[in-house]
């Protein structure tokens, strides 16, 4: 069975900080795929980077980066220089080979930048 | 490209009604999912559709629900009597894998469902 876990329900950040969201994840599966979404007020649903499971190196998209750490089971979604937009709702997901390309979200993390 | 097209984008109806959710998946890509999205279960998925076919309908909550997909640019998610502890925000999703293997969906702008 696939499991993520976001433990932070709420996170604040000043403007032109960076910030972490945590995601842990529990899986069996010798091969997955880390996803992060952005969720903004207005409630679509936007992508925002993929990390392989046998990635050597972390993703990076413009100010994100995905922080991961394979032993440890987490895939962290740092984002460098905050801005008034990135205040949202924070989803991370995860595909493991054994359920296709069905994907297991986790409950979310709001984000709110602070001028 | 138009992106995953969902109709309508609220709905308000009373129990007992027939409610019909519609989704136009991005031309080419063969798998399509339907999450429901609320405070307390957060994203659930539905099921979902690989080249038409139903893969995965273990989510879909009773038999009040069901799910079609016609064809390759249309799929249907039809609640039937509908009850108050439906309303949701519903979205469909769609991705063309690599290899088999779906790098991100791409999600529509959802359905807001309200039963009253």
């Known amino acids: 069975a696939q499991k993520i876990t976001q433990t932070q329900p709420g996170m604040f950040v000043q403007e032109k900080e960076a910030v972490t969201l945590d995601c842990t994840y529990d899986t069996s599966d010798p091969s997955y795929g880390l996803f992060w979404y952005k969720q903004p007020s207005s409630g679509e649903m936007i992508f925002l980077i993929y990390?392989?499971?046998?990635?050597?190196q972390n993703a990076t998209e413009g100010r994100y980066s995905l922080n991961f750490q394979k032993a440890r089971k987490s895939a962290n979604l740092v984002i460098s220089a905050s801005q008034l937009g990135d205040s949202a709702m924070y989803f991370c997901?995860?595909?493991?080979?054994?359920?296709?390309?069905?994907?297991?979200f986790g409950t979310g993390t709001s984000l709110t930048v602070i001028p | 490209d138009a992106g995953v097209i969902q109709s309508p984008r609220h709905e308000v109806t009373e129990m007992g009604q027939e409610v019909t959710l519609r989704c136009k998946p991005i031309?080419?890509?063969?798998?399509l999912f339907w999450y429901r999205q609320t405070m307390m279960r957060g994203l659930e998925l539905l099921i979902y559709f690989n080249n038409n076919v139903p893969i995965d309908d273990s989510g879909m909550p009773e038999d009040r629900f069901s799910a079609k997909m016609p064809n390759a640019s249309f799929s249907t998610l039809k609640i039937q009597p509908s009850e108050p502890r439906d309303s949701a925000v519903y979205f469909c999703?769609?991705?063309?894998?690599?290899?088999?293997?779906?790098?991100?969906?791409?999600f529509g702008s959802g359905t807001r469902l309200t039963v009253v």
């Open positions: 031309s080419g890509h063969d798998y």
């Open positions: 999703a769609s991705c063309q894998p690599g290899q088999g293997v779906c790098y991100g969906y791409t």
């Open positions: 997901a995860m595909r493991g080979t054994s359920t296709g390309n069905q994907f297991y």
């Open positions: 990390q392989g499971s046998y990635d050597q």
